[in-house]
């Protein structure tokens, strides 16, 4: 946490505009301090005994491109597994972290969360997923959530960054010009990562189908983006969760769409941080 804290303070200090390898750090800090944001929104009230996973998670690496030289970080695949949970908790469902499997709803339904730095690994830690579900639980379908992020080449280790000129105005004469310049520079970073994202879905799509069967798969996308413009400055993180089934079991789809739900409670306000305004 410390080392976060003093990327932001050293970031604070720079010259606006300014661009380096310090980027890559600071755009780390940021998602994984929002995640525990995340995380603590949904829990807070609750008497969850989540001591050990928030241990793990501390004492993981700060900055994950170390990740390659260490074995056993296991922290980041623990806080995946809560900001999973939360979007469920937050959407109303009744959840538990303290089971076999990752997470439990309502008792009857389980989930399973996997994280993955490279497209080789996909199918496999599906199939794993699966497996586990199956083994724990003793039943054949459930809900895999597989972070990508880290997979994509395209993506690794990438800081968006996006100035005005760069952007397509689709609609000069909008009656609320600011909302619409919104509007479209999130479209504008969505669709530069979704081009990326989705090849790596494409190619392993027919696999995927085969080996989930009545399960439902969410692979999840989470980059960090940063707008400059002649004020201001501001860094987000745009988030793309891709839902996956052979709709067999409609039950496990409406629970993953539901859970959309949870951004409401997240992000009441939604209103970029800006530096420099």
């Known amino acids: 946490m410390n080392e976060y804290i003093k990327v932001f303070e050293a970031y604070e200090n720079t010259i606006p505009g300014t661009i380096n390898e310090e980027q890559v ?21 609750r008497n969850d005994n989540l001591n050990e996973k928030i241990k793990n998670i501390i004492k993981g690496v700060a900055f994950k491109y170390k990740q390659d030289v260490i074995n056993d970080d296991k922290c980041r695949e623990f806080l995946y597994e809560l900001k999973v949970a939360a979007y469920f908790l937050l959407s109303g469902y009744n959840i538990s972290v303290s089971q076999r499997a990752d997470v439990v709803i309502n008792n009857d339904t389980f989930i399973e969360c996997k994280k993955i730095t490279s497209e080789n690994k996909l199918i496999t830690r599906i199939d794993e997923a699966l497996k586990q579900i199956e083994i724990k639980e003793g039943v054949r379908n459930g809900i895999i959530y597989v972070d990508i992020t880290d997979a994509i080449p395209e993506l690794k280790d990438v800081f968006l960054i996006m100035n005005n000129k760069k952007i397509n105005y689709s609609n000069l004469n909008s009656p609320d010009p600011e909302m619409q310049f919104e509007r479209e520079l999130r479209m504008d970073f969505f669709n530069k990562i979704n081009k990326y994202s989705s090849n790596l879905i494409q190619r392993n799509i027919t696999k995927i189908s085969k080996k989930i069967g009545d399960s439902v798969l969410v692979l999840n996308v989470e980059l960090p983006v940063l707008h400059l413009s002649p004020l201001h400055e501001r860094m987000g993180i745009i988030k793309i969760a891709y839902n996956i089934s052979n709709r067999v079991d409609l039950r496990l789809n409406f629970i993953v769409e539901n859970s959309m739900r949870s951004l409401s409670e997240l992000y009441p306000n939604t209103k970029s941080k800006t530096r420099g305004d």
Request: glycine content about 4%; hydrophobic content about 50%; charged content about 30%.
């Open 25 to 45: 750090k600071i755009s780390i800090a940021h998602i994984e301090l929002e995640g525990l944001r995340i995380v603590y929104q949904a829990f807070k009230d």
